[in-house]
């Protein structure tokens, strides 16, 4: 995720994706696997970079990219890859901006924790 901003930002983002059928009905999760190392994700789903991001430069990658598909069902039904995302960005100093928006912990000018 690029900082398209003036000012150091922390970033998050979720990732709301599903299989659909030819209505728009959820029927089951894709797996998506996702670099924990430098992201943390919260209960719900939510990732956070742990670092600071510096105007006009890149986050690092949360997941390796995704082919929205479609696929047919053991019971030969047509169902198709749903995906939303959802970013944000809070300036990264002061810390508490962070914390006091997300309800985030940094320590050491990084998210350290997440409630």
């Known amino acids: 995720m690029e900082n398209t901003g003036s000012i150091s930002a922390f970033i998050r983002v979720r990732l709301v994706s599903y299989w659909a ?10 797996a998506i696997n ?6 943390l994700k919260d209960e ?3 990732y956070y970079y742990k670092a600071p991001v ?8 949360l997941c ?5 598909t ?13 995906l939303t995302v959802l970013p944000e960005a809070v300036q990264a100093k002061p810390s508490a901006a962070a914390a006091d ?3 985030v912990m940094v320590a ?8």
């Open 70 to 82: 479609e696929k047919t069902t053991a019971d030969g039904e047509t169902v198709y890859m749903v």
């Open 21 to 30: 059928d030819a209505d728009g009905n959820s029927v089951r999760l894709p």
């Open 64 to 68: 390796n990219p995704i082919s929205l």
């Open 44 to 46: 719900n789903d939510i």
């Open 34 to 39: 996702f670099d924990t190392a430098n992201w």
């Open 54 to 61: 510096a105007p006009s430069k890149l986050s690092g990658v």
């Open 108 to 115: 050491d000018g990084a998210i350290s924790a997440v409630n």
């Open 101 to 103: 928006a997300w309800g």
